[in-house]
């Protein structure tokens, strides 16, 4: 199940005996370091957050690939992406074999596998294999800046990172599927929790939340 943010009424904070609006409030609040939601003019980037596709059986963990029905639910996931996650974005990625094999087939299918001998724009980073939370902004204070970025991990700490980042909830985010945010580009873990907006989930025939 999906909780997302609540909506918020169109009609215009008022004035009552003197007391600061709730526009006013907010403006208070993010001036004194306090929160950034109040803030119109915080620079955003957007942030992709995609599960590995789903794996076969057998060898050890970090070594399983995936399977048939994994490969396939990738191809459908491949087309329904943003159109800018395939703008160069920077790319953090699990070096376990079914994430480096969701990484090819979403981003690299056309090409050979030497295309992913560290590229500019690839990184790979051991914690997010069993990774929590803190691990993802570990690795996303080190992309501080303007370019967007995909993080291609595993539950459930994936799941519980994308419950970081704001209002929205989910309980499980399904194989071979996506969320994509806007976040601060601050690359602050505190300015970066809580304050970042869903923007949609992207998923494949199987996938429902």
Known sequence: MVFLPEQKGNKPPQRSNGRKTRKEKEKTKAQTGNGLMGQ???????????????AGPGMEDFKRRLSAEGIVDLAHLKHRLPAWASNNPKIVCSPASR????????????????????????????ELYGGGPDDYFF??????GLRDIIFIGHNPGITEFANTLGSFRIDNLPEGCALEFEIPV????????????????YGNKRSVI
């Open 40 to 54: 119109e003019n915080v620079l955003k980037k957007k942030l992709l957050l995609v599960r590995h596709g789903k």
């Open 99 to 126: 994430t480096t094999d969701t990484l090819r087939h979403l981003f690299f299918s056309n090409g050979p596998e030497t295309h992913l001998k560290s590229p500019e724009n690839l990184l790979f980073c051991r």
């Open 139 to 144: 690795c996303l204070s080190r992309e501080a």
């Open 186 to 201: 601050d690359g602050d873990p505190e300015k970066i929790k809580g304050n970042g907006e869903f923007v949609a989930f």
